[in-house]
């Protein structure tokens, strides 16, 4: 039997042997670098305002990047003066109803666009797609003269009680009904398989017992996907809320950041850096607990003609 064990010069000899490793990929590195220094654009400003909320207002105007010692009482400062209590809870309401309604409204019509057979079904997802190339501002003055004929036919029939304008219903129900949030999830209903659907035939199910035992818990990345962005546009809705709502009963927070800013704080710009900080971070805590799910949801089902 041949010996096989090498000799120490031998085996000296093949360390010694360099490997062609892989060629480095240029095309790959830069692609890395420019959303390195994307990233770091885009996350800067988030660091400049949670620093500059940290600050006396010197050093806001010095122009200081971080604190010589953390001030957290501005936060406080900010909510008081603000009146972010207020403002904070009716935010609150109109987005749980309005996400409420969204869901509501939205996944009955992703479901029988994807999975039930009616006359003139492609032609109507087709016009309802189409929406989405109009401008927001474009249907702001259409939407406001519908909210103000419903609320007058509302108020015919329940009294002042029934007013649209400067109540809930004008700032949550035009947003209970969205083309994206259909096309979303009418993409992620269609990839479920028939046999899935044939199984609940021969239990005897229908559409509805199938929509709620088997689609909605199999899609639970896009449906968290749409909540996310309901929430955030909610919350940060300023415009329509100016245009429907004269009274701070049922003004939303970015209202209150606004009236804060350009009145209660004047020049403190650290005040101002802070309560732009404090209007943020229920984003930042419902991204947070959906981020698996928001990621996911984005791209599952979004290519399924």
């Excluded at 500059?52 to 501005?74: D, H, K, Y």
């Excluded at 947003?175 to 021969?202: H, V």
Aim: hydrophobic share 55%; net charge positive.
């Amino acid at each position: 039997m041949a010996d096989t064990t090498l000799s120490p010069t031998t085996a000296q000899a093949r360390s010694s042997v360099k490997v062609p490793g892989k060629p480095m990929d240029r095309g790959k590195i830069f692609v890395y670098a420019v959303l390195i220094i994307g990233a770091l654009f885009s996350i800067l400003p988030f660091i400049w305002m949670v620093s500059w909320s940290l600050m006396t207002n010197i050093e806001v105007i010095t122009g200081s990047f971080l604190p010589r010692q953390a001030l957290f009482e501005n936060y406080s400062q900010a909510w008081d003066t603000a009146q972010f209590n207020r403002f904070m809870w009716n935010s609150a309401r109109i987005t749980s109803i309005s996400i409420f309604g969204l869901l509501l409204f939205c996944i009955p019509a992703a479901y029988a666009f994807a999975r039930m057979q009616f006359w003139g079904r492609n032609v109507l997802f087709g016009v309802m797609l189409a929406t989405l190339m109009i401008p927001d501002i474009v249907t702001l003055i259409p939407n406001f003269l519908t909210v103000v004929w419903f609320s007058r036919l509302s108020e015919s029939i329940f009294g002042p009680a029934g007013a649209w304008l400067n109540n809930w219903p004008s700032l949550t129900i035009p947003f209970m009904a969205s083309a994206f949030t259909i096309f979303l999830l009418r993409q992620f209903f269609a990839q479920i398989p028939q046999d899935l659907w044939d199984a609940a035939r021969i239990d005897g199910a229908g559409h509805v017992r199938f929509l709620l035992r088997v689609v909605i818990p199999l899609s639970r990345a896009p449906i968290m996907t749409v909540v996310t962005f309901a929430f955030i546009g909610s919350w940060n809705a300023l415009l329509w809320p100016l245009l429907v709502v004269n009274s701070d009963e049922w003004r939303p927070v970015a209202y209150g950041l606004t009236k804060f800013v350009q009145t209660d704080a004047g020049d403190e710009f650290h005040l101002q850096m802070a309560a732009s900080v404090i209007m943020i971070i229920p984003i930042l805590v419902v991204y947070f607990f959906t981020q698996k799910q928001f990621t996911e949801g984005l791209w599952a089902g979004s290519f399924k003609g």
